[in-house]
């Protein structure tokens, strides 16, 4: 039987799922919930749902339609209240990232769904790429030995203004830092120790504080990554490499590429697999279903949400951060 799902946002972010759910049948929109009109036509024309289930408020919706689960894809700052409104009403939930703005609600948020016996999930895809997951199980297997160091940078121009960080002190960390750091960690398939960051803001930058960042993560077994990102740059770039004990591995244009000292750059196979937001819809209803808890879960994503906290004091501190300052591990 098909997951009944209550859309909450269905403008931006939010077309994804409406899109998809049109397409499957183990999951089926029960209701839009959204505060712009157009926002809801277009809704309603891609899916086929009735204007009889569309509503203001996700209270509305819950109350005149069955559902077995909310995503929520609002505003971050909203995502604690939207949450536990939908989780204390028995409803699993999936929201889009990040998944709250302090570490402290996302631990309560987790608390509640336990409390509920319901799942809550955290749609960070940027991660599910071939290339990126094929990266992080060569060296999870140490297929070419274990991970020593890696480079992670992160440099374009946020294109259309301010985004929701706009009047946040750490504005790239909580606004793209937090899929940067959720992909480092997921590559190097480790928990990170300790952190150190420096947030800054360049004079044009039109947000209020911390529009790049600069620091370094260590994780458990060793491996070290230096991080440098920022949305305002005067010229974009980037690049993800590790170096293990056998050469260096590196993301080249979607492609992984293996370099030895004194060898060609060799271009390995990627491993197979469904697009990103697929792979996260499968394990979601795979876990609401009783199978097993994706690397996901809300419960999961609280050492992505201590990383970006833990910068944050760091840059604030000058000092270097351990994890186990923010949470059990």
Not at 10 to 18: D, L, M, N, T
Not at 89 to 110: D, I, M, N, Q, R
Not at 166 to 187: A, F, K, N, P, Q
Not at 199 to 224: Q, R
Request: hydrophobic share 40%; proline share 4%.
């Amino acid at each position: 039987m098909a997951v009944q799902c209550i859309h909450l946002g269905v403008g931006g972010r939010g077309k994804w799922p409406v899109a998809m759910f049109a397409e499957r049948d183990d999951v089926e929109s029960a209701a839009f919930v959204d505060v712009h009109e157009g926002n809801m036509n277009a809704a309603m024309e891609v899916s086929g749902l009735p204007e009889s289930r569309c509503f203001r408020t996700l209270e509305q919706a819950m109350n005149n339609v069955e559902s077995d689960c909310v995503i929520v894809i609002t505003p971050p700052d909203s995502h604690v209240e939207m949450i536990l409104e939908a989780v204390r009403a028995g409803k699993h939930v999936l929201v889009e990232k990040p998944f709250t703005k302090t570490l402290a609600s996302a631990k309560y948020v987790v608390e509640e769904a336990d409390r509920m016996g319901v799942k809550v999930g955290v749609s960070q895809n940027a991660k599910y790429n071939a290339a990126t997951m094929t990266l992080s199980r060569h060296l999870r297997e140490e297929t070419y030995g274990k991970a020593r160091f890696g480079l992670f940078t992160k440099i374009g121009w946020r294109s259309k203004g301010v985004h929701h960080s706009g009047h946040d002190d750490h504005s790239y960390l909580w606004e793209r830092g937090i899929h940067d750091l959720d992909t480092m960690r997921y590559i190097l398939g480790a928990l990170p120790v300790r952190m150190w960051a420096h947030s800054f803001n360049p004079p044009w930058s039109p947000y209020k504080g911390g529009a790049g960042v600069s620091g370094w993560v260590e994780f458990d077994g060793g491996a070290t990554a230096t991080y440098f990102a920022t949305f305002e740059p005067h010229k974009s770039g980037g690049e993800t490499r590790v170096d293990v004990d056998e050469g260096t591995l590196s993301l080249e244009g979607g492609n992984l590429v293996l370099t030895r000292r004194k060898a060609d750059p060799e271009i390995l196979p990627l491993d197979a697999g469904p697009a990103s937001t697929d792979l996260i819809v499968n394990q979601f209803v795979a876990w609401i279903n009783g199978g097993e808890e994706p690397e996901f879960s809300g419960r999961n994503n609280l050492v992505t949400v201590a990383m970006v906290e833990g910068m944050g004091i760091s840059s604030e501190s000058g000092r270097i951060v351990s994890l186990k300052e923010f949470v059990n591990v």
